[in-house]
């Protein structure tokens, strides 16, 4: 079992979301040629253990060889893809690739394994996660929050994020998700299987992580990336303003219409507190009190006064309120 030598103490501050779009490139000098210098720093590319989304420093080289696939496979995904994801879209195939999906990862991430005891009404989410929906290791992530029956603060960071990138790379030191802040302690991390131990050994009364949830991306957590064609992975090229108050989303992670949902809001960048109500979930009652039933997703925006359960009146809601220019928006 690895500790949590990762972790940082670094001073929990509010959303400092500038417009600053950097690239960051892995170089490795040779001062003898710089051709050789270049080649070099392929084979490291290749060779070294790297973190889940692309830095340096990390300890598992089944997590290099992760994410050098993934760096491959998302321009191919976006290429074969679902294209504009504001444009119609055939629902049957949607929920259908969905819903495989959420087999491919059962049983993670559908029921709240914690007794809680918070008061959904009146408790605030402490946890800020940074995360894109098509990153496995950040479905990992996702997955035990819905069994400790944690609720968040989600910050989108899709591939070309214009806000949320940015501030992760100046607060943690370098642009790799998931990162996690949790304001109650002072403490923020990276690497999906510290972020899960941590999370379990905070909140999780005594109680280990799921049997093979620290394995699982090896063996099914590309499944709903590649079966969802990358959808949740980069930003979409209208992708509006951030509106003063957050979104809220009930939801839990192996939910096949809440994913849809949650790719969304991925793609349009848009921030959300999330209320895990997977089974068994102390949030259960007060999705009942808002919706009258306890069926997720269910959105609510305090921005507009919008709320609904149908996942795809949230689809085209979102794609048109949300959008720079809703005028070809038809979800």
């Known amino acids: 079992m690895q500790s949590l030598g990762a972790i940082n103490l670094l001073p929990t501050t509010s959303s400092q979301h500038e417009r600053i779009q950097n690239l960051s490139l892995f170089t490795t000098h040779n001062p003898k040629s710089k051709s050789k210098s270049i080649r070099l720093g392929v084979r490291l590319r290749a060779i070294s253990p790297k973190p889940e989304d692309g830095s340096v420093n990390v300890t598992s080289q089944s997590t290099a060889s992760s994410t050098s696939f993934l760096s491959l496979l998302c321009p191919l995904l976006k290429f074969f893809g679902g294209g504009d994801p504001s444009q119609g879209r055939n629902d049957l195939i949607e929920v259908a690739t969905s819903s495989v999906s959420s087999l491919a990862r059962f ?13 959904p009404v009146t408790s605030a989410p402490t946890l800020q996660l940074y995360e894109f929906e098509a990153c ?8 035990a929050m819905t069994e400790l029956d944690l609720s ?9 994020s214009l806000r949320h990138r940015d501030f992760v790379r100046k607060t943690g030191g370098k642009e790799q998700f998931p990162f996690l802040i949790d304001s109650s302690t ?3 991390l990276y690497e999906s299987g510290d972020i899960v131990k941590y999370l379990f050994k905070q909140y ?3 109680r280990s992580p799921s049997v093979g949830l620290l394995e699982s991306t090896v063996l099914t957590g590309w499944v709903p990336t590649l079966l ?7 930003l979409w090229n209208k992708a509006g303003i951030e509106p003063s108050q957050k979104l809220q989303l009930f939801s839990y992670e192996n939910n096949p219409y809440a994913r849809i949902v949650r ?11 999330l209320q895990n109500a997977g089974s068994g979930s102390a949030n259960s009652d007060l999705l009942f009190s808002l919706s009258g039933s306890r069926e997720v ?26 959008s720079t220019d809703s005028s070809n928006v038809s979800t």
């Open 107 to 119: 049983p993670w991430g559908s029921r709240s394994i914690n007794e809680s005891t918070k008061n």
């Open 136 to 143: 496995p290791f950040c479905r990992r992530v996702r997955e």
């Open 152 to 160: 968040a603060e989600v910050y989108p960071c899709p591939k070309g």
């Open 186 to 188: 002072g403490i923020s």
């Open 204 to 206: 999780g009364n005594g």
């Open 228 to 234: 969802r064609a990358g959808r949740g992975m980069s």
């Open 263 to 273: 790719e969304a809001l991925c793609e349009l960048e848009l921030p959300y507190i």
């Open 297 to 322: 997703p269910y959105v609510v925006d305090p921005n507009t006064g919008f709320q609904s359960g149908d996942h795809r009146a949230i689809l085209s809601y979102l794609f048109t309120t949300y």
